[in-house]
C-alpha cells in the first residue's frame, strides 16, 4: 500500500521569506513523486516531479523540492515566497510498480504581504 | 497546447437528481481519469480508463456511479440518484499511457442539497 502524510494543515509565511511545505510518503517500492498547486475553484496544476536522478528537482513558478531516501520525504520549497503562491498544495506518489496516484490531505499556504 | 476540458463547471441539484459531467482529455492522451475532491481532503481516485477499457473502478460507488469513454477520447460521469454526501469537486484528468504525469482539468463543482 502506498501513502501521502502532509503534517501541516497550514503554512504562514510573509513575502521574501523562505517557503516550506512537508511531504512524507510510504511506498513499498521506488517512488515516484509530485505536487501540485490548485488555487481557489480551480483544478490542480502539475509543479514538479522526481522519477529518478538527481534528489534536488526544479519546477514552475521557482519551486524546488527535495528528495530525501533515507527520510522518505519530499518537501517543497521557495526561497522567496510571493503573496501569489497562497494556495492548496498537494504532495502525491505512485509506485514504480503501480498506476494508482495517491495524494495526501493537502496544505493551505497563505503568504501575506 | 489546449488542456483538459471539463463541463459544467457547476452545478447545484436536488439530493436523488441525477447529473452528468463531460470530460475531454488532451489530445493524445490515451489514460483518462475521473478523482472525487471533497473539501478538506485530496482527490481521490474514482475510475481510470485505457483508452476506451476500464483499467480501475475499484472506488466507483457503482449502485449511483457510472461512467463511460466511447470511443476512447470523451468521457461521461454520471451519478443518479444523487446523495449529500456526493457534494464535491470532480476532477478528470489524462495522461499518455504509462506516463509519469498526470494533468487535471478545471474540476466541475457538485453542490447537492
Known amino acids: 500500500a502506498q501513502s501521502v502524510a502532509q503534517p501541516e494543515d497550514q503554512v504562514n509565511v510573509a513575502e521574501g521569506n523562505p517557503l516550506t511545505v512537508k511531504c512524507t510518503y510510504s511506498?513499498?517500492?521506488?517512488?515516484?513523486l509530485f505536487w501540485y498547486v490548485q488555487y481557489p475553484n480551480r483544478g490542480l496544476q502539475f509543479l514538479l516531479k522526481y522519477i529518478t536522478g538527481d534528489n534536488l528537482v526544479k519546477g514552475s513558478y521557482g519551486f524546488e523540492a527535495e528528495f530525501n531516501k533515507s527520510q522518505t520525504s519530499f518537501h517543497l520549497k521557495k526561497p522567496s515566497a510571493l503573496v501569489s503562491d497562497s494556495a492548496l498544495y498537494f504532495c502525491?506518489?505512485?509506485?514504480?510498480?503501480?498506476?494508482?496516484?495517491?495524494f495526501g490531505a493537502g496544505t493551505t499556504v497563505t503568504v501575506r504581504a | 497546447e489546449a488542456g483538459v476540458a471539463q463541463s459544467p463547471r457547476y452545478k447545484i441539484i436536488e439530493k436523488r437528481q441525477s447529473v452528468a459531467f463531460w470530460c475531454n482529455p488532451i489530445?493524445?492522451?490515451?489514460?483518462l481519469y475521473w478523482y472525487q475532491q471533497i473539501l478538506g481532503q485530496g482527490p481521490k481516485l474514482l475510475i481510470q480508463f485505457q483508452n476506451n477499457g476500464v483499467v480501475d473502478d475499484s472506488q466507483l460507488p457503482k449502485d449511483r456511479f457510472s461512467a463511460e469513454r466511447l470511443k476512447g477520447v470523451d468521457s461521461t460521469l454520471k451519478i443518479q440518484p444523487a446523495k449529500l454526501e456526493d457534494s464535491a469537486v470532480y476532477l478528470c484528468a489524462s495522461s499518455f499511457p504509462g506516463g509519469n504525469t498526470i494533468y487535471f482539468g478545471e474540476g466541475s463543482w457538485l453542490t447537492v442539497v
Open positions: 511506498v513499498s517500492g521506488n517512488p515516484y
Open positions: 489530445s493524445g492522451h490515451a489514460t
Open positions: 502525491a506518489v505512485r509506485d514504480e510498480g503501480d498506476y494508482k496516484l495517491s
